[in-house]
């Protein structure tokens, strides 16, 4: 069973910046799929970024130009740069690592807070 542990989320000012690192137990083929998900308080899990094998990434519109995902199969681990960060990014980040139709590991999730 893959265990997914994430950290780097925090307290952070309007503006300011966060990484978030997300790391499997085990090694993990290149070809799952990968994303980052979020969940404000009263609101559902939405989508924000994935990365699929060969690279491709994709993001919600609202945070476009702002967040880069990216993986790195050598560390077993998926990253989110969070840039320009709003206080509508406040929420429980989840990292999921997938392939469809056949498996889904999440992470327990790390908490994210952009306040002044």
């Known amino acids: 069973q893959v265990q997914l542990v994430e950290s780097g989320g925090g307290l952070v000012q309007p503006g300011g910046s966060l990484r978030l690192s997300c790391a499997a137990s085990e090694s993990i083929f290149s070809a799952y799929s990968m994303a980052w998900y979020r969940q404000a308080p009263g609101k559902q899990r939405e989508l924000v970024a994935q990365?699929?094998?060969?690279?491709?990434?994709n993001y919600i519109d609202s945070v476009k130009g702002r967040f880069t995902i990216s993986r790195d199969n050598a560390k077993n681990t998926l990253y989110l740069q969070m840039n320009s960060l709003k206080p509508e990014d406040t929420a429980v980040y989840y990292c999921k690592y997938y392939v469809p139709g056949i498996t889904t590991y999440w992470g327990q999730g790390t908490r994210v807070t952009v306040s002044s």
């Open positions: 990365i699929i094998p060969g690279s491709t990434t």
